[in-house]
T-cell receptor, first 107, second 114 residues
Framework: GESVGLHLPTLSVQEGDNSIINCAYS??????FIWYKQESGKGPQFIID?????DKRQGQRVTVLLNKTVKHLSLQIAATQPGDSAVYFC??????FGKGTRLSVIA | ETGVTQTPRHLVMGMTNKKSLKCEQH?????MYWYKQSAKKPLELMFV???????ENNSVPSRFSPECPNSSHLFLHLHTLQPEDSALYLC?????????????FGSGTQLSVL
């Protein structure tokens, strides 16, 4: 299965550059957030999460930032690689997903 | 391999057909979900099951009928669908019911209704 045809915001970055993907949420009571990556032909897969008592969490090449004041999340990918090309979703722990952003990496 | 297997991967059906989508998880999880992914709404939660019991139905039309015979298997029975039901149907599972920290998704069934 593919997410082809989805009319999503698209971010195009050069290979090796850093990528920043943004997400806004509406429920101020949400206490846990997750980023998923969906590659072509696959379902979404977990990347990184963050609890509301934190404002930053780092993984391998990825960092998630949380700004509860403006209800905003961002996913930063360092040294973006062609394999990072995918659709990225933020989600709350109630199973509700954001609209998604398509990341295209230019080699 | 996520541990969640969906079949078939692709399905084409007419509006008068009856078909079923199958999902199986090998993770020992207690909760399973159906999501719809389309161009209009990227990921819509349709149904939630916890220990075989349906705990959530997000106003899904009755032409979609879920079945969960046990914690490892989930079906979506389709009947008299409309062309606008064409979408990618994703199954997911989690250790416990919502709210939950992580969902594990299958690769989906790409459905086309003619």
């Amino acid at each position: 299965g593919e997410s082809v045809g989805l009319h999503l915001p698209t971010l195009s970055v050069q290979e090796g550059d850093n990528s920043i993907i943004n997400c806004a949420y509406s429920n101020s009571a949400s206490d846990y957030f997750i980023w998923y990556k969906q590659e072509s032909g696959k379902g979404p897969q977990f990347i990184i999460d963050i609890r509301s008592n934190m404002d930053k969490r780092q993984g391998q090449r990825v960092t998630v930032l949380l700004n509860k004041t403006v209800k905003h999340l961002s996913l930063q990918i360092a040294a973006t690689q062609p394999g990072d090309s995918a659709v990225y979703f933020c989600a709350e722990n109630n199973g509700v997903f954001g609209k998604g952003t398509r990341l295209s990496v230019i080699a | 391999e996520t541990g969640v297997t969906q079949t078939p991967r692709h399905l084409v059906m007419g509006m008068t057909n009856k078909k079923s989508l199958k999902c199986e998880q090998h993770l020992g999880h207690n909760a399973m979900y159906w999501y719809k992914q389309s161009a209009k709404k990227p990921l819509e939660l349709m149904f939630v099951y916890n220990f075989k019991e349906q705990t959530e139905n997000n106003s899904v039309p009755s032409r979609f009928s879920p079945e969960c015979p046990n914690s490892s298997h989930l079906f979506l029975h389709l009947h008299t669908l409309q062309p606008e039901d064409s979408a990618l149907y994703l199954c997911a599972s989690s250790q416990d019911r919502l709210p939950v920290e992580k969902l594990f998704f299958g690769s989906g069934t790409q459905l086309s209704v003619l």
